[in-house]
């Protein structure tokens, strides 16, 4: 069932969304040479413990987890798409690092995702983590009143197929709000004037997941979450959390 927020539940929201969007800014500050992934789940921890907020990650448990998810950001590095498990690794000068990281405050969920490297990227990480955030930009571009889910996926597949590469085959992104989770699911392709129709007071989260080689398979880690490209090269997630209103998108999940 699809819910439809009010304009004080969208408020709610965007307090929320602030709180993700801090988390991942401190993460990405945190995330450099010989820093762990643990390490920068602590720095996720501690922003979402200030704000009051909770995670709708850690305890995270779907059908197809083997385990509760045990933390509050996901940590994909390099050939890693989504849903990778903070480990002890140490990050590496180079690694293209996807952090994904939600809350809950006053009832209210939030997500986004970034993608980043640390130290200068390599010029093809340059260009695969500008097309995810072209490719973001334009799936919000066409949240508007009027279009379909079928519209952003079009719009976020056409991008990313034009620079050359894969889509994470089946996942994408979703409704959002007192859940993480909602309905309408939201494809990375589709048919334009297809799918569930945007009316004013859905939000969606939005979330690209592109692989460099061109490919669309994965594999999955023995961990039972850590999702990795087939042809083992490199992949970048970015995510906005999107209110579709009468006067336009709106990313809840900006600073
Ligand atoms: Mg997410
Ligand atoms: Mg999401």
Redesign the pocket.
Known sequence: MVEFKSEAALAAMRESGRVVATALAEVERAAGVGVSLRELDEVAREVLRKAGATSPFLGYRPAFAPVPFPAVICASVNDAVVHGIPTGYRLRDGDLVSIDCGAILDGWAG?AAVSFTVGPPRPEDRRLIDTARRALEAGIAAAVVGNRTGDIAHAIGTVSRAAGYGLLDGYG??GIGRRMHEDPHLPNEGRPGRGFPLKPGLVL?I?PMLIAGGTDTHTTDPDGWTLRTTDGTRAAHV?HTVAITPTGPRILTLP
């Open positions: 997500d992104g979703h989260a979330e995510e």
